[in-house]
């Protein structure tokens, strides 16, 4: 019997988002995408919570937690 | 960018826009200097136009080292100037004595801006004019004048200049942030009408020139470094040859000498806007940024019907104590508006010699003293 | 998920900086590596100059001194000097650091005092909006070079060496991950210790420069970084405007503090 | 009677809001013969830029170069708005770009909501030109400068080779003003 | 090399020595300086004398570093101090700004030489007065004392750490290269009678401790970095939490505090030797090593019937104005003696209101004013 | 037997120097070097600080500059600037350039500005009285440092070349005969000089450390003098002490004034 | 009525002048119970030394630290005799060391003539105590210091080990100031 | 027949001179002795006028001439 895999949980502070797009260039999936000046989750299936877009978000503004 | 050409048409410029365009008018060659809100744009313009007429322009290390540079310049025969803030200002200090001692021409441009310390960079204050005439050690003379408008600071710049080359002197032009950044509607003089002195230089340069001579006018004439004559220069206290002393005959002499070059001269280097009215009681004296809001005031006072004298200095130091002490014996009430708490209230009061009571309206969060502001206050007082 | 939160000063957020600034990254790079070593907070008092990277101080939740500019190490000495057990880092940018405050930079090396001086390099004058730095590349453009710098750039990191310090390494904020550990390895560092960040400031340098926003500047970091060991097999040319990273510095000196409590101890024997 | 025209452009840094400024300025200046000045308020020491662009007008001379009794209030976001309104005069205008300012405060003043930077964006097909469009509304709304003054301000100032964008842009901001005042 | 034991036995040291001994009696666990003629030996004998009692001594790379590492130290818990004259002293001044705006208790001994610049660097001077008051940028609260003899630069020694500790202030100490070096007799107090102040703690620690808290005394309780309270110190302007501000309010809630602070407690602060005979015409304002032999020549005068008033003040910032006033209310003429062309004596004159002529008695040569000379000018306006 | 006399102002000898100093030494071998090169009086402008060393201004026929304590090179540049085609010569002392003036001293080396600094080595503050300086040996006396020095001193020299010197030596007076050669190729070096001279100062650093008088105290400078050449043959611990002698430095590096100049070549087509 | 006796040691550096000047100051202050002060002249900064060292002795409290009216000169070189003498009073003591300053500036003052600089060489072997035979001489001619004082102050001055050098120096001033007086 | 040595001239400016020593400790030959604080030639015949006495003297006070 199949697993059905358990997403990661991407936070996304608005009020500390800048919009500067540096998550959505260098997260390796394209999960992330940019809507109205902010970070938005555009494909939360191919996050592979890597944690790169937390770790080089200037802003403290996105959170990824694993799930399991 | 601005750039300094055809003067004749009508332009919105900046502050430190006609500031630089002034130094450049007036002859300037060198600038080194340390970047500072709200100074900079000074320092940048001139980073370009400098360069473009064979001037030199350096951003230094650091402000001490920026004024160390200039006083070499102006040694070596180049105008020199500087621009800063506060802080800046503050480092200058030793820098601007030696400049002071050695007699050697230089212009040093403080924006100022709210302190003490880091305080409020952006925001406008005139709480370093009592460090304009302070701030380094010692008995020194010092010139410093202090503009009202972007027209002003124009010509204030290049009058920086004359006064620093005839006197030997370094001059201090006081800016505040508003001035430094507010666009105005100005129509720069042409090139050629605008007036700009040199150093005096010996009438006869013979083999045994004496930088530091004593002659008539109290300044000594002078001649550059490169040009023949191997002269000393000292920040030590010297003899008429240039070099350090301790007999105390020659050190009275010097010193004398060098504290008495400005004192004789004030009334030549004093400027002041004096507005009477017939048997006003009301005075007020106002400088820099806030007594444009003062005149306003004081032109609505008169409508209102109160009589009011009004006196704005364009020069600090030396302080126009004759004009201050004139408002003070035809008026029994003086009010003087300033961005600190009191500095050149304090001037007055000693000038008055209590002829007339001295009223402080004194603003220090950055916001300039508006023209209702200094209306309310003469009401009060009136 | 790293907590953050536990180290910083939330009501003050959002962060002063501009949108792409590379500030941030630092900044959280540095609170992973606290909290790696286990600092307490209290034992811990972050020094800064002035300057947009300087600002840093105010938003973490240490004994914090904004200083004035360029002397974020002589006030750090104080603090350091009366109460040696503490943890001192030193925040600074490349103006900050090595323009006017230059000599504190290379005497506090020469003493070796065990300060942690992490230094933020955007090789621009941010704050006061892009005058040129000692750290800008030649004929870059500044608002103070507006035809490009005509002045050689210092070698920051080579400078604290040749003055003495115990501990030198460079990192960039895109390999974030590495920086983190070089942070750690600094604090550890008993010593003078410097990390030399490269990052971007998009407003005073990238737009002037053409090199576009952060992520844009990002990926220059990415391009131009090469690993000490990488870089030991290449020759001059190759490493021409390359970023060497890694720990370039690793020895052992006398430190100052630790030197002063000797002299206190032998002096203890004299009569008052 | 001499009049003194207070004009406060609010919105965010990069929005060109001091250049706006600065134009209107040189168009009563310049081409008006007016007196103008035009300031603005800094964030901390240079960066951030400016949050606010204040133009006075006057046929006197200027002696307070800063905004107290305003007369129009241009704001591009609802922070600028909430912030800057208060010195907004009775019988003032208040100028919102309809999509960013959405709760708009109270007050007798004149309050006209247009999607300025949405228009840009959708007729000129760029947003940064919006305040070029606000320069026409403005120029439209405003008597005491001509709209020929700004126009000339405008082409003056603007980079070589954007003269026609910003045409457009100023007279797609002449219509919807025009279209208001009717 | 001096020691600080058994103070009960009479010595003959210099005022530099006391200085230093002054400075451990009263709690210095903390220098930083630069050498500079004449205020080396105060460095020289704490290089040796703190490190024995576990205090730390450090030469820094420059005046300006010497000053940053004594607020670190201060705020890190340890009465600091450092020493320098003249141009050193030009160069501490931003820093000192920030130590009046971060309201860091500490000491600033500035022994004056010749001035301006290098000057005259072995001989003595009393010109650092007005710079002491206005040496920094922006308007800030100062204290500067000023002994007359070696066993005074002891007390005020410790009165200058014990009023920075009380009042959250930086002090100046003024001394003059003739006091620094002069050995005199002295007999020093005990160590347990010395009065040491505290800075003030807060009452309660809670966990929400306002560095920069609003109090009735307008002096804010302090603690020190390390104590488990993690606040925020900075040189802009800031709120009581310590955070820079920009709010009008705020901004003037506390540059206001922080001036008045000083203003308010003057009266405590100030301390002045008022020495009247009835019906004086004559008065006498005098400070420092002048004062001495000012205080001789009164004698001098009195011996020959001469009426004089005789006021030294102890403390120039605050300036003494109540005490100036009632010297001028209560003679015809003042003469201020002083070693520098008259900077107190302008705010004598400003003091006087123009109750009382104020009559000038300059010296600049590096050479004391002494007695004669100004028996001879007393005798001259008597 | 060279005839001083053609550069010194005879009037304001004898020396204030104390006896056995070695600053007239350096003095002597820097005029026997602008003789040799043949410099014209009139294009050089020597400019000091404040320290002993740097009363040397006062005593030489050129036009000279006698500045503020650290600040010569700040001053200098500004002459330099002014007037590219003087000879710019700064006479300095180890505090005066490395302690208050070292800043001024990494900049002027990274700009690599046409300027020859020659700094007097004495490893202590002559002029106040025997202060500690950056170059004071560890454990060393001075009279504030009465129980040796806890401080790591400063190789100036390699400062210099880590901030972009492009002309590096070091010599003693004890071979005076080897220094005026050094100082010559240094003027000549177009672009940023130093010459470190290591001289003695018996009044305020021998006595205090047992060293001797100023005969004594040259005779340690021939003993721990090596050329680079014999110490290249050398290792580490053999090196302990010793003093390196010689040219150090030597490279081509672009100069300030020369990339001033085309900047204003370049934009004298601009429109004014 | 009270007395302010002043003491001029002149020289040049080196010669111990200074300390001798202290010794002076705190023979009075400390084994005399007097009033004392000992002030010197510096070179440029510090360096150069002393080239005078001026004792000022009172009953009362001394107010002017410098000597401007000299009871006694002493000159070890014909430089400081010729710079320093003037304020010598007409009552006053010069003493020199009749080695070294060979032309005597006349003046209403006694003249006394020692080689001291050569008995301290050739009676106690080291010239570097010199200064100590002059503070016999002095402590000898001058009555308002006990002699008893000033041999305490040295002994309490001079390096462990060298008390008997330097009494023996001392006890030779004294013989030779002796003959002067009688 | 044989030629006599002819002597180099030694000048010391006896004002200039500290009586330092270095030209004393230096002199290869030991031309130079110490007199009343002064330097002073002692033995002019072992002079080789190498000029290391004139080149070390800090004070500009001593002078060697070759004659010939
Ligand atoms: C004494 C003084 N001089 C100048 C300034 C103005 N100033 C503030 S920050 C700064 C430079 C900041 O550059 P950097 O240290 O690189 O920091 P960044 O903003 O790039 O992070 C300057 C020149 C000041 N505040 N004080
Ligand atoms: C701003 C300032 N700080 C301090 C001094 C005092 N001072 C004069 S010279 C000197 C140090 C000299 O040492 P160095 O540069 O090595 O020269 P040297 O006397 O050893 O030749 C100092 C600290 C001063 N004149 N100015
Ligand atoms: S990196 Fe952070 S600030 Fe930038 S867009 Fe992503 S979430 Fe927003
Ligand atoms: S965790 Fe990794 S994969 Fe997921 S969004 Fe962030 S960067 Fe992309
Ligand atoms: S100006 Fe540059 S450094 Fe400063 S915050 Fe903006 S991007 Fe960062
Ligand atoms: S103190 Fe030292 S450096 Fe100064 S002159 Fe004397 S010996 Fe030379
Ligand atoms: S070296 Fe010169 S100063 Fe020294 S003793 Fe010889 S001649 Fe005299
Ligand atoms: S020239 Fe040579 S040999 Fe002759 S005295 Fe001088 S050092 Fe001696
Ligand atoms: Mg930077
Ligand atoms: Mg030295």
Redesign the interface.
């Known amino acids: 019997m199949e697993k059905t895999k358990v997403l990661p949980t991407i936070t996304i502070k608005e009020v500390w988002c800048k919009g500067c797009g540096i998550c959505v260039e260098f997260c390796p999936h394209s999960v992330l995408g940019m809507e109205a000046g902010h970070a938005v989750v555009v494909n939360i299936d191919a996050c592979t919570a890597c944690g790169l877009c937390e770790i080089r978000c200037p802003d403290f503004a996105i959170m990824v937690e694993k799930n399991s | 960018m601005s750039s300094g050409n055809n003067k004749k048409k009508v332009r919105v410029i900046t502050g430190n826009e006609a500031c630089a365009e002034g130094a450049i008018a007036a002859g300037l060659r060198f600038f080194a200097g340390y970047p500072i809100t709200p100074s900079s744009e000074i320092a940048e313009i001139l980073s370009y136009e400098l360069p473009k007429i064979g001037g030199k322009f350096i951003q230094m290390e650091d402000e001490i080292s920026s004024m160390g540079a200039v006083i070499g310049a102006s040694l070596a025969g180049a105008k020199s100037m500087t621009a800063t803030s506060g802080p800046g200002f503050s480092l200058k200090q030793e820098n601007i004595g030696y400049a002071s001692m050695a007699e050697v021409p230089c212009v040093i441009v403080n924006v100022m801006r709210g302190g003490p310390s880091t305080g409020l960079p952006t925001l406008a204050s005139q709480a370093d004019v009592m460090q304009a005439r302070w701030g380094t050690h010692g008995d020194h003379p010092i010139i410093a004048l202090i503009p009202n408008s972007v027209r002003e600071t124009f010509d204030y710049t290049v009058r920086a200049f004359n006064l620093s080359e005839k006197y030997r002197v370094p001059v201090i032009l006081l800016l505040d942030e508003i001035i430094a950044h507010v666009n105005e509607k100005v129509v720069l003089p042409e090139e050629n009408t605008i007036e700009t002195w040199e150093r005096v230089r010996p009438d006869s340069l013979t083999d045994d020139y004496l930088p530091y001579q004593y002659t008539e006018s109290d300044v000594p004439p002078m001649i550059s470094f490169g040009e023949g004559y191997r002269f000393h220069v000292t920040g030590l206290v010297h003899d008429e040859t240039g070099f350090p002393t301790n007999k105390q005959s020659e050190i009275n002499k010097f010193l004398n000498r060098l504290n008495r070059k400005i004192d004789r001269y004030a009334d030549d280097i004093i400027q002041v806007d004096e507005d009477y009215e017939k048997d006003a009681q009301i005075g007020v004296f106002a400088y820099g940024s806030t007594s444009r809001s003062a005149k306003r005031a004081v032109i609505w006072a008169r409508e209102k019907g109160v009589k009011v004298n009004f006196v704005r200095p364009g020069v600090l130091w030396p302080f126009p104590q004759k004009q201050a002490r004139r408002l003070a014996e035809s008026t029994s009430k003086i009010l003087v508006p300033e961005m600190n708490l009191g500095q050149i209230a304090h001037e007055v009061e000693w000038a008055a010699r209590g002829q007339s009571e001295i009223v402080k309206l004194n603003r220090i969060d950055g916001e300039p003293i508006n023209p209702m502001e200094i209306l309310d206050a003469i009401m009060e007082i009136a | 998920m790293f907590d953050y939160e536990k180290y910083i000063r939330k009501n003050k957020f959002p962060l002063i900086w501009c949108p792409g600034c590379g500030d941030g990254i630092v900044l959280k790079a540095m609170l992973r590596a606290i909290d790696r070593i286990g600092l307490d907070k209290d034992e811990i008092c972050m020094v800064s100059g002035i300057g947009c990277s300087s600002r840093l101080t105010g938003y973490v939740d240490f004994n914090t001194l904004h200083t004035t500019h360029g002397r974020a190490l002589a006030f750090a000495t104080g603090v350091k000097m009366a109460k040696p057990q503490m943890h001192v880092i030193v925040v600074t940018g490349d103006g900050d650091a090595t323009a006017i405050g230059g000599n504190h930079y290379i005497h506090a090396a020469r003493r070796n005092i065990d300060i942690t001086v992490v230094l933020f390099n955007n090789n621009i004058y941010g704050m006061t909006g892009g005058q040129v730095s000692p750290t800008t590349p030649r004929n870059f453009k500044a608002s103070t070079a507006p035809m490009g710098n005509p002045e050689n750039s210092f070698n920051i990191s080579g400078l604290a060496e040749a003055a003495g310090a115990s501990f030198v390494a460079r990192g960039t904020v895109y390999d974030a991950i590495r920086l983190d550990r070089l942070i750690e390895k600094a604090i550890l560092k008993k010593g003078f210790s410097v990390v030399e960040v490269m990052t971007p400031c998009p407003t005073a340098f990238g737009r002037r420069n053409r090199l576009g926003d952060g992520p844009a500047m990002m990926k220059l970091l990415k391009e131009d970084a090469v690993t000490v060991s990488r870089a030991a097999k290449m020759d001059e040319k190759e490493l021409e405007n390359k970023i060497i990273t890694g720990v370039l510095v690793d020895i052992e000196r006398p430190e100052y503090t630790a030197n002063y409590q000797k002299l206190i101890e032998q002096m203890k024997g004299i009569e008052q | 009677m001499s009049f003194r025209y207070e004009i406060r452009l609010s919105g965010e840094g990069g929005q060109g809001l001091v250049l706006a ?2 134009i209107l ?2 168009a009563a ?2 081409y008006d ?1 007016l ?14 830029g400016a949050s606010r662009s204040e133009v006075i007008i006057s046929d006197d001379e ?5 905004a ?1 009794n305003i007369d129009l209030l241009l704001a591009f976001t609802q922070e600028a708005c909430t912030k800057y309104h208060e010195d907004l005069k009775d019988d003032g205008i208040l100028l919102i770009d309809s999509d960013y300012v959405t709760n708009v405060p109270d007050g007798k003043f004149k309050v006209y909501k247009l999607p300025i930077i949405e228009a840009a964006r959708s007729e000129i097909g760029k947003i940064i030109v919006a305040n070029i469009v606000a320069l026409g509304i403005i120029a439209s709304l405003v008597s005491v400068i001509s709209v020929d003054a700004v126009e000339k301000a405008i082409l003056s100032r603007v980079p070589k080779g954007t003269e026609n964008l910003n045409k457009k842009a100023f007279k797609l901001g002449l219509e919807m003003g025009k279209k208001l005042t009717v």
């Open positions: 400024g600065k300025a040189e200046a310049i013969d007196n103008a000045t035009q300031s603005q308020s800094y964030g901390p020491e240079a960066r951030g200027i002696d307070y170069p800063k107290i």
